[in-house]
Structures are given as structure tokens and as C-alpha cells.
């Protein structure tokens, strides 16, 4: 085995104003929350959802080469409250599209973010409710 535990954060690295969007997109509408970030020398932000940082926006310096993702095609939160997300999303008027996975028991949310970045929100159906 590899002694790998779980997923630890993704790092979105872009110039200063995509980031600033980016950011807002995550606390706002996503529920993610703005947390400590060690001093690297660089700007950035570190997002949290609860105690773990899981996503960290890297400020792109002026004059440096773009990087590339190459493969990825989405990143994907756990998350709770999808009514309360679907509210936030329309107020924002930022477009959506639901899917339900019975076999999950799940409803999963994709949206895009500033950065174009496809996002996955995985919602738990309530099996119980009538």
C-alpha cells in the first residue's frame, strides 16, 4: 500500500483578478470558508470546509508562465443542504444542472466556477422521506 490517506487539497493558480472572483465563488455560493494560510512569500488563499483546507487559490506572479491542468475534468465537495445551495445559486443567477443517483442515494449539483472549472456537489437523499 501506498500510505496514501485521502485527497489533501486542490489548488487553483491564476492571475490576481480570476483568483479574487474565484474566492468569492467558494465562500459565497459553495459555503466554503476563508482560514489561515502559512506565509510562503506568495498571495494566496487557503478555503476550508470545517477544520481542512481543500482548496488553495494561488496568486499567479506577473510575467510567469501559465500553467495547465491538463486531464482533469472536475473537482467534487460532500456537501449538505442542496435546497439552500439551488437558493444561492439562483440569487447569483449562476446556472446549474441537478442529476439524481438512486443507487447512491445521492443528487449531485454541477455548476461552473469563474475559472470555468467544472464542480460536482454531492448532496445525500433523504431515503426516508416520504
Given at each position: 500500500?501506498?500510505?496514501?490517506?485521502?485527497?489533501?487539497?486542490?489548488?487553483?493558480?491564476?492571475?490576481?483578478?480570476?483568483?479574487?472572483?474565484?474566492?468569492?465563488?467558494?465562500?459565497?455560493?459553495?459555503?466554503?470558508?476563508?482560514?489561515?494560510?502559512?506565509?510562503?512569500?506568495?498571495?494566496?488563499?487557503?478555503?476550508?470546509?470545517?477544520?481542512?483546507?481543500?482548496?488553495?487559490?494561488s496568486?499567479?506572479?506577473?510575467?510567469?508562465?501559465?500553467?495547465?491542468?491538463g486531464?482533469?475534468?472536475?473537482?467534487?465537495?460532500?456537501?449538505?443542504?442542496?435546497?439552500?445551495?439551488?437558493?444561492?445559486?439562483?440569487?447569483?443567477?449562476?446556472?446549474?444542472?441537478?442529476?439524481?443517483?438512486?443507487?447512491?442515494?445521492?443528487?449531485?449539483?454541477?455548476?461552473?466556477?469563474p475559472?470555468?472549472?467544472?464542480?460536482?456537489?454531492?448532496?445525500?437523499i433523504?431515503?426516508?422521506?416520504?
Amino acid at each position: 500500500m501506498t500510505g496514501v490517506r485521502g485527497l489533501a487539497h486542490i489548488n487553483l493558480h491564476a492571475p490576481a483578478a480570476l483568483i479574487a472572483r474565484v474566492r468569492q465563488f467558494y465562500i459565497d455560493i459553495i459555503g466554503l470558508r476563508e482560514g489561515p494560510r502559512p506565509n510562503f512569500g506568495t498571495k494566496g488563499h487557503w478555503l476550508y470546509a470545517g477544520d481542512t483546507d481543500v482548496l488553495h487559490l494561488s496568486v499567479h506572479a506577473s510575467g510567469e508562465e501559465p500553467r495547465t491542468t491538463g486531464w482533469i475534468d472536475h473537482i467534487a465537495f460532500s456537501c449538505t443542504d442542496l435546497a439552500q445551495t439551488c437558493q444561492r445559486l439562483d440569487h447569483a443567477g449562476i446556472p446549474y444542472r441537478l442529476d439524481t443517483v438512486d443507487s447512491l442515494n445521492q443528487m449531485q449539483l454541477f455548476v461552473r466556477d469563474p475559472a470555468g472549472i467544472a464542480v460536482e456537489l454531492n448532496f445525500p437523499i433523504d431515503v426516508h422521506r416520504g
